[in-house]
């Protein structure tokens, strides 16, 4: 079977680092993608990994270890703007996505 | 502007009374496919087509049905909703199966 897990919520402080970690099982892998979603709106994507380690976007970097069916989403110099839900993705065939529940995370002042 | 538009935003609407969501998108994407996002269970994969003519189920593509007689065009029909099929629903396009979606606005659908 395929299956994704993500906490379910987060709580960090305004100017802190984030780790938000997505573990995963497949029969098939073909990439991991991250999206935000703030309440009431549509995903945007974040980023995306196909092959083993980190992609960096300004304040938001993820990571992809393929062998322990694990990601993480990092967020830097954490702003207000940042409480969302994250989510996390698996293309786990050619054209099929697995959503994980996402995790929301709130940012404190 | 790029954009995927979906239409209605929000339907209340009885069981079995027919109805169609529209989707549409402006940027020439090959594939697009509908979820629909419950608490709790987050985003499902109703149904995706890989271009004009090509659709396939997803995880739950019960009581729906798709088709895609245009590029820009991608409707979801309920031929018979009920009050399970209550949720939010999404849209999504991109150029490629490995390129990242672009999400409608959703739809939000009540069944009573």
């Known amino acids: 079977g395929q299956n994704i897990d993500q906490p379910t919520e987060m709580t960090a402080t305004e100017g802190a680092i984030v780790q938000i970690n997505c573990t995963y099982q497949t029969s098939g892998f073909n990439g991991l993608f991250w999206y935000q979603q703030h309440a009431g709106e549509a995903p945007t994507f974040l980023s995306y990994?196909?092959?083993?380690g980190l992609e960096e976007k300004g304040r938001f970097s993820s990571f992809l270890s393929r062998s322990k069916g694990y990601s993480y989403l990092l967020l830097k110099e954490l702003q207000m703007k940042d409480s969302a839900s994250y989510l996390c993705?698996?293309?786990?065939?050619?054209?099929?996505?697995?959503f994980g529940t996402g995790t929301r995370l709130k940012v404190l002042a | 502007e790029a954009q995927v538009t979906q239409n209605p935003r929000y339907l209340i609407t009885v069981t079995g009374k027919k109805l169609t969501v529209t989707c549409s998108q402006n940027m020439n994407h090959e594939y697009m496919s509908w979820y629909r996002q419950d608490p709790g269970l987050g985003l499902r994969q109703i149904y995706y087509s890989m271009n004009v003519e090509a659709t396939d189920k997803g995880d739950v593509p019960e009581g729906y049905k798709v088709s895609r007689k245009e590029k820009r065009n991608f409707p979801l029909i309920l031929e018979s909703p009920s009050p399970n099929q209550t949720s939010l629903y999404f849209c999504a396009s991109s150029t490629g199966f490995n390129q990242p979606q672009h999400f409608g606005d959703g739809t939000r659908l009540s069944i009573l």
């Open positions: 993705a698996l293309r786990s065939g050619t054209y099929k996505y697995i």
């Open positions: 990994n196909v092959l083993d």
